[in-house]
C-alpha cells in the first residue's frame, strides 16, 4: 500500500534556528514529491515538485531535496512568518490523486 | 490570475441534513480534485474529474457522496443524509492534465455537523 509518513509531527525553532523536515514514502512507482504549506482555516498552498532522486529546489529560505525513499525541507534561519504546517504528497503511476502525509507543524519563535 | 475559489466557506447542518459545496477552479485546469481534511491530518483524497469525466473515485466515498462536473468548469460535491463524521474540511483542487502538474487547492469548505 502507498505511504507517506512525515516527522517530526512538531518542531518548534527560534528565529534563526535552521532545521529539516523529513518525508519518507513507500509508494508502487514515484512520480513526482510535492510540497505545501498550510496555514490555519486555509487551503493548501504549493511550494514545489521534485520528479527524481538527487533534484533539488529553493525557494528563499526553503529548499527541497529527494532521494529515492525520502525528501527533506530544509529551512536555513527561519522567521516567525515561516510558521505553518508543511504538507508533503506523492503521486504515482496512472493515478491523478496525491497521498498526503500527515503534515508537520512548524512554529519559529522571535 | 483567480485560484480555485470554493462557497460556502462555512456550513452548519444538522445531522440527517443533505449538503452540496460548489468549486470553480482556475480557468484553464482541466483537472479538478475533491479531497477531505481532519483536524492534524493531511488531505484525503475522495475523487477526481478530467474535464467533465469522473475518472476515479476512492473507496471511503460512500453512496452519500455525489461529485458532478457538468461541463468541465465548476463542480458539486453533494453529501446526502449527513454524519457526525463527516465534518471536515472539505478542499478542491485543479491543475492541468498535462504531465504530471501541481494541484492548487482552494480555502475549502468546513463542514460542521451538529
Known amino acids: 500500500e502507498d505511504q507517506v509518513t512525515q516527522s517530526p509531527e512538531a518542531l518548534r525553532l527560534q528565529e534563526g534556528e535552521s532545521s529539516s523536515l523529513n518525508c519518507s514514502y513507500t509508494?508502487?512507482?514515484?512520480?513526482?514529491l510535492f510540497w505545501y504549506r498550510q496555514d490555519p482555516g486555509k487551503g493548501p498552498e504549493f511550494l514545489f515538485t521534485?520528479?527524481?532522486a538527487g533534484e533539488e529546489k529553493e525557494k528563499e529560505r526553503l529548499k527541497a531535496t529527494l532521494t529515492k525513499k525520502e525528501s527533506f525541507l530544509h529551512i536555513t534561519a527561519p522567521k516567525p512568518e515561516d510558521s505553518a504546517t508543511y504538507l508533503c504528497?506523492?503521486?504515482?503511476?496512472?493515478?491523478?490523486?496525491?497521498?498526503f502525509g500527515q503534515g508537520t507543524t512548524l512554529q519559529v519563535k522571535p | 490570475d483567480t485560484g480555485v475559489s470554493q462557497n460556502p466557506r462555512h456550513k452548519i447542518t444538522k445531522r440527517g441534513q443533505n449538503v452540496t459545496f460548489r468549486c470553480d477552479p482556475i480557468?484553464?485546469?482541466?483537472?479538478l480534485y475533491w479531497y477531505r481534511q481532519t483536524l492534524g491530518q493531511g488531505p484525503e483524497f475522495l475523487t477526481y474529474?478530467?474535464?467533465?469525466?469522473?475518472?476515479?473515485k476512492s473507496r471511503l466515498l460512500s453512496d452519500r457522496f455525489s461529485a458532478e462536473r457538468p461541463k468541465g468548469s465548476f463542480s458539486t460535491l453533494e453529501i446526502q443524509r449527513t454524519e457526525q463524521g463527516d465534518s471536515a474540511m472539505y478542499l478542491c483542487?485543479?491543475?492541468?492534465?498535462?504531465?504530471?502538474?501541481?494541484?492548487?487547492f482552494g480555502d475549502g469548505t468546513r463542514l460542521s455537523i451538529l
Open positions: 483542487a485543479s491543475s492541468l492534465g498535462a504531465g504530471y502538474q501541481p494541484q492548487h
Open positions: 509508494v508502487s512507482g514515484l512520480r513526482g
Open positions: 521534485l520528479y527524481s
Open positions: 504528497a506523492v503521486q504515482v503511476f496512472e493515478a491523478g490523486k496525491l497521498i
Open positions: 480557468s484553464e485546469h482541466n483537472r
Open positions: 474529474f478530467q474535464n467533465e469525466a469522473q475518472l476515479e
